[in-house]
Every structure is written in structure tokens, then in C-alpha cells.
């Protein structure tokens, strides 16, 4: 990986010039708060647990289904917006944790599939949810959510720096080309002393299919620690899923105005 990052930086001195071109049009989404954004992250943070390393027989065993629950799987990720009003899930197969925002309040809930394969709903408990005040002074700290944290930063590497949090990373178009198969793509650096971080978006035409990332740095003890990150993109485009911007019918508002 940092055979990588020394190429990455040739890179920047080469072409710290270019221009943007197709990751324009994305930003152009995002500032304009009107979207739906379907993903795929195949490469998910590792786990924290070792939870699945029980056998998968005998008594003591957990049966397959259960012990694939705690399994590091890809995520996938759904992120709409129409104005003020937003919606982002984040998860996997039946389990799926979710966030609509309306105006000043967050709903926060989990949709999930019981044993009967039936969807149901937990939010401050099972079928019902109460709102909690937005929190406007997290949200320019830490920037944006759009789902798990690689993508979050992803989408925020593309934002025009004015309207970036206080502390995200400011990247710099590198290099952009096409590639053997086709895939045009545009590559973004952002470094400082202690971490360099580059993300290649790829496309097919105008359309955005998928991203990459990659990090490479030390902390304050001085060990040497990376990253990566591949996600595919379903959908990037403007019309806002209006469907997704209310809670779901199985979901009751229980909130004390």
C-alpha cells in the first residue's frame, strides 16, 4: 500500500492542475439537496468481535443462520434527500438501521425481517418511535452522513470545500484518464503530515458505478496503519425517493410535542 501512495504522489506533482469534470455533476447533486443514492460497500470496516469463529455444529454451536448475523458482510446503503427532509439506511440482507430526518427532528429506528420473514419496525420499542432534536451543531463538526462511515467520507471528499464540516480532509483532483476497459475515472488526494488519503471515482460514460479509497498514515506512537475501500454505485440521480421521506406504515409516531 505505500508503493501505492508514493505513485499517488508523483501523481499530485504532475497534475495537481487538472480540472474536474464528471465528479461535477455530483456535487452539483449533493449542494442541491435533491438526490437518491443507492450503494453497495463491499469492502465493510473489519469486525470488532470474533463472535463467528464458534462452530457451526454440535450443541454448542450456533445454528448457520444465527452465527452468520455477526458475519463482516458487505452493506448496502440507500441515502435520499428533498430539502430539509432525509432519509439513510445502512445495513445488510434482513437487518437494516435506519434515519428520517423532517425539519428540526431524527427519527431513528431499525427495519428488520422476524422469523416468518414478516418486515417489522424498533424504534423507541417495537412498532412505535419518537423523535429526537436535531442536533445542528454535530452536524457542521462532523460533516454529513451518507450511511456508513468510508461512504460518508466519499461523498464528503466531493463537497465544495466551503460547505465542508470543521474538521473533514481537503482533497485536490490529481489525475483523471480512461482506463483498458472502458471506466474513465478522476483521482482525488487529500495529506498532511501524519496521513495521506486518495479516492478514484470511476465512470461509464457521465454515470458514476463505482469508488475507491484508500489511506496510509501513522499516529502519534509513530505505527504505520491503511485502509481501502471499494463500493459500487447503484443509483446517483435527482429525483428525491419521496416514498422513503415518511415513516413507514408499520412505524407509529409517538413523539410529545
Known amino acids: 500500500m505505500k508503493k501505492f501512495f508514493l505513485l499517488i504522489i508523483a501523481l499530485f506533482a504532475l497534475s495537481s492542475s487538472a480540472d474536474a469534470a464528471k465528479v461535477d455533476a455530483y456535487r452539483a447533486l449533493l449542494e442541491s439537496r435533491s438526490y437518491t443514492i443507492r450503494y453497495d460497500n463491499l469492502t465493510p470496516a473489519p469486525r470488532v468481535t470474533n463472535r463467528d469463529s464458534v462452530e457451526l455444529y454440535g450443541k454448542s454451536g450456533l445454528a448457520l443462520e444465527q452465527n452468520d448475523f455477526f458475519l463482516n458482510r458487505p452493506l448496502s446503503g440507500v441515502i435520499t434527500s428533498s430539502g430539509d427532509d432525509r432519509y439513510e439506511e445502512v445495513g445488510y440482507a434482513d437487518f437494516f438501521q435506519c434515519r428520517l430526518t423532517r425539519g428540526g427532528e431524527n427519527f431513528i429506528f431499525t427495519r428488520y425481517k422476524n422469523k416468518k420473514g414478516d418486515v417489522e419496525y424498533f424504534g423507541s420499542k417495537k412498532g ?96 504505520a496503519s491503511g485502509s481501502k475501500c471499494i463500493v459500487k454505485i447503484r443509483e446517483f440521480s435527482a429525483t428525491p425517493d419521496d416514498k422513503l421521506l415518511k415513516l413507514p406504515a408499520g412505524l407509529k409516531d409517538e413523539t410529545k410535542r
Open 128 to 223: 412505535r418511535v419518537t423523535a429526537n432534536s436535531r442536533n445542528y451543531l454535530t452536524e457542521l463538526l462532523a460533516g454529513e452522513s451518507f450511511g456508513d462511515a468510508n461512504f460518508s467520507e466519499m461523498m464528503n471528499a466531493i463537497i465544495a470545500d466551503s460547505r465542508k464540516s470543521a474538521g473533514a480532509e481537503k482533497y485536490s483532483l490529481i489525475n483523471s484518464g480512461t482506463l483498458d476497459d472502458g471506466l474513465d475515472f478522476e483521482d482525488f488526494l487529500a495529506r498532511d503530515e501524519n496521513k495521506i488519503s486518495a479516492i478514484r471515482f470511476y465512470f461509464d460514460g457521465e454515470s458514476l458505478v463505482k469508488i475507491a479509497c484508500a489511506s496510509y498514515g501513522r499516529d502519534a506512537q509513530g505505527n
